[in-house]
T-cell receptor, first 114, second 113 residues
Framework: ETGVTQTPRHLVMGMTNKKSLKCEQH?????MYWYKQSAKKPLELMFV???????ENNSVPSRFSPECPNSSHLFLHLHTLQPEDSALYLC?????????????FGSGTRLTVV | AQSVTQLGSHVSVSEGALVLLRCNYS??????LFWYVQYPNQGLQLLLK??????LVKGINGFEAEFKKSETSFHLTKPSAHMSDAAEYFC???????????FGTGTSLTVIP
């Protein structure tokens, strides 16, 4: 257990479905992140939350909607996804927004859009 | 722009041989540098980090990395490869005046018995 827990581990969804990814950290960190990891591409930062406020949104399509109800939980709501959205979605947290102590990652959710 | 370059997307070494994974960064100011490892179907795990305290940084599992400002490099090494070291390795940088990680494209390490 890494301290950052992601559920579900695997998700298969149709393009018309609505689903949510969940991330939970018990490290007392103040910043949380969503990354997308696709084959043969660098990790893509999607969203950054610091003290429950979104501080960065890197031109992510609106079919991805993040939610951070408190400093321990982060969600990624998905709707009308495309096959190219299939990837490993990683959640991470850090003590502060700067992340200079490093990030702690969850094990990821493997998403397949059919 | 702040970035890292990992030379070699795939590296193969024999068990017991030296592991050398290369990372070069571009930065006009001293950065914070990290190495992460990712095992299959897992998230990224921090191996070690450089935060300007010492140029030779020791991490977990026998790995270490040396910050060389003159070469803008932060290569990862391990004297003797073990089968369990087979994984994907990512170099990452964060500028000390910034707040975003930039990850390299990763190097897949294969250990041959």
């Amino acid at each position: 257990e890494t301290g950052v827990t992601q559920t579900p581990r695997h998700l298969v969804m149709g393009m018309t479905n609505k689903k949510s990814l969940k991330c939970e950290q018990h490290l007392g960190h103040n910043a949380m992140y969503w990354y997308k990891q696709s084959a043969k591409k660098p990790l893509e930062l999607m969203f950054v939350y610091s003290l429950e406020e979104r501080v960065e949104n890197n031109s992510v399509p609106s079919r991805f909607s993040p939610e951070c109800p408190n400093s321990s939980h982060l969600f990624l709501h998905l709707h009308t996804l495309q096959p190219e959205d299939s990837a490993l979605y990683l959640c991470a947290s850090s003590q502060d927004h700067g992340g200079r102590g490093g990030y702690t990652f969850g094990s990821g959710t493997r998403l397949t859009v059919v | 722009a702040q970035s890292v370059t990992q030379l070699g997307s795939h590296v193969s070494v024999s068990e017991g041989a030296l592991v050398l994974l290369r990372c070069n960064y571009s930065s006009s100011v001293p950065p914070y540098l990290f190495w992460y490892v990712q095992y299959p179907n897992q998230g990224l795990q921090l191996l070690l980090k450089y935060t300007s305290a010492a140029t030779l940084v020791k991490g977990i599992n026998g790995f270490e990395a040396e910050f060389k400002k003159s070469e803008t490099s932060f290569h990862l090494t391990k004297p003797s490869a073990h089968m369990s070291d087979a994984a994907e390795y990512f170099c990452a940088v964060i500028r000390n005046t910034g707040n975003q990680f930039y990850f390299g494209t990763g190097t897949s390490l294969t250990v041959i018995p």
